[in-house]
């Protein structure tokens, strides 16, 4: 019997949705997995360094870990009316942002990204220092005046009101008003020196985890309330419906559309390195 692959993925409800039958053994034939839960600044930083079989990263990482990985076509999270959201502790223009404090949750997530090139046209002064903080940190940080605003992911969205914070900005709203594609968030990848048949292998069995989990959600939750951030039923629902979408299943044409749309705005405003023609194509 072969080594269990090293996978890391977060904690959060769509992740552990999707891989729950994944990691329990319940999909026949399916490799073994080693898991490892991380957030996402730290599978950025394990996929830079060449670390594990298969991790969830940020869709912005891809120009820096694309020779090592190849991206799989499924598992992943993109989709619409999904986007980071900016936060303050009262109402504010944008503008009031031009020299502050911003935490956020990776230098290198797509959700940062996104926050550079809206704030390119609605921040021209800039904003001051940003603070890399992890997600959960991120809305007590700014309610206690830690930092001036925080660029929020996950289910934040359902409950920043909790913490008594207001929303700026929708970075989704502005991306899908500015392209009219969808959101291109968390991305799976898996080492290329798995060989071509693997890959696939991998591909077919992330699919096939997904369709389980929608097929029988009940069969999941005790793995997603055991490791969510938010314990609320509700709001783990609303989580896993917004995240877990037909993208998960398939990224399809629209769905690469959108990561080389990102990739390739990104790249022509010196954000990231240019992707290679061939780069996003799998095997």
Not at 26 to 53: C, K, Q, S, Y
Not at 239 to 255: D, K, Q, R, S
Request: glycine share 10%.
């Amino acid at each position: 019997m072969s080594a269990p692959l090293k996978i890391a993925y977060s904690p959060c409800p769509n992740d552990t949705f999707v891989f729950d039958a994944w990691a329990h053994g319940r999909i026949p034939g399916a490799p073994a997995l080693d898991v490892t839960f991380a957030d996402i600044d730290i599978t950025n930083g394990m996929a830079e360094r060449g670390e594990f079989d298969v991790l969830k990263v940020s869709y912005a990482m891809l120009p820096w870990v694309l020779d090592e990985y190849a991206l799989l076509p499924c598992g992943g999270a993109l989709g619409r009316g999904c986007g980071p959201l900016v936060l303050t502790r009262e109402a504010a223009d944008p503008a009031d942002l031009t020299g502050r404090t911003v935490a956020v949750p990776s230098e290198r997530s797509t959700a940062y990204l996104l926050f550079r090139l809206w704030a390119a046209t609605e921040i021209p002064g800039g904003v001051g220092e940003v603070v890399v903080l992890p997600f959960h940190e991120i809305m007590p940080a700014v309610r206690d005046g830690k930092v001036d605003a925080g660029l929020v992911i996950h289910e934040a969205r359902f409950t920043y009101m909790d913490y008594g914070l207001r929303k700026l900005a929708d970075m989704g709203e502005h991306w899908e008003s500015t392209t009219g594609l969808p959101i291109p968030l968390g991305a799976i990848i898996a080492k290329r020196s798995l060989g071509a048949e693997r890959l696939r292998e991998l591909a077919e069995t992330a699919r096939t985890s997904v369709r389980m989990a929608w097929d029988d959600p009940a069969a999941s939750r005790p793995y997603v309330l055991a490791h969510a951030q938010e314990m609320d039923q509700a709001v783990v629902d609303q989580h896993i419906g917004l995240y877990v979408n037909e993208f998960t299943a398939g990224l399809g044409e629209e769905g690469y559309a959108a990561v080389r749309g990102l990739l390739t705005r990104a790249a022509a405003e010196g954000l990231v390195p240019p992707l290679g023609p061939d780069a996003l194509d799998f095997v």
